[in-house]
T-cell receptor, first 111, second 111 residues
């Protein structure tokens, strides 16, 4: 049982490049979320999904897109990376009333 | 917008000492979760508290939830180096998958 798997673990992008951060869970959880963690800022919610085909914005959605075509996968897309998007990104999944399980994170640097 | 304040921001103690960290919310918690995050890893759930006045114990960790459900404390007895990490409180909120985090208390326990 792998839990929540994020890829890649590390990534360096140039300003303006696009990329997709992958997140997959094998626990059949209906709820999935993306957070970013910056020094002194804690974890802030970017986007979340309450089930396949349903997504919504969190606190800091600008510059990010998501989709949820399957229960297992919840990719996060950066269409045109900016230095302000340098951060550590965490994906999480949960079921109704249950705890959130987090991936190991993706460390993204935009130069 | 709900704000969670955690204090202290940093705490450095010697092995064997006791400590308490705090989490205060600007509004009543839906349910409060405490997480611990080790360097390079995602947060891991320690406990969920729901009822005002609730006390939960997890080995040397004692979690208290205020009667008014707006504050919580985490007390660690006889801290060990393995307790080192970032302690985060979060409100599970009204929408599943939508956690609101405090900025955390960074604990360092020196041998």
């Amino acid at each position: 049982n792998a839990g929540v798997t994020q890829t890649p673990k590390f990534q360096v992008l140039k300003t303006g490049q696009s990329m997709t951060l992958q997140c997959a869970q094998d626990m059949n959880h209906e709820y999935m979320s993306w957070y970013r963690q910056d020094p002194g800022m804690g974890l802030r919610l970017i986007h979340y999904s309450v089930g396949a085909g349903i997504t919504d914005q969190g606190e800091v959605p600008n510059g990010y897109n998501v989709s949820r075509s399957t229960t297992e996968d919840f990719p996060l897309r950066l269409l045109s990376a900016a230095p302000s998007q340098t951060s550590v990104y965490f994906c999480a999944s949960s079921r109704s009333g249950g705890p959130a399980f987090f991936g190991q994170g993706t460390r993204l640097t935009v130069v | 917008t709900q704000l969670l304040e955690q204090s202290p921001q940093f705490l450095s103690i010697q092995e064997g000492e006791n400590l308490t960290v705090y989490c205060n919310s600007s509004s009543v918690f839906s349910s409060l979760q405490w997480y611990r995050q080790e360097p390079g890893e995602g947060p891991v759930l320690l406990v969920t508290v729901v009822t005002g006045g609730e006390v939960k114990k997890l080995k040397r960790l004692t979690f208290q939830f205020g009667d008014a459900r707006k504050d919580s404390s985490l007390h660690i007895t006889a801290a060990q180096p393995g307790d080192t990490g970032l302690y985060l409180c979060a409100d599970a909120g009204l929408v599943q998958g939508n956690l609101i985090f405090g900025k955390g208390t960074k604990l360092s326990v020196k041998p």
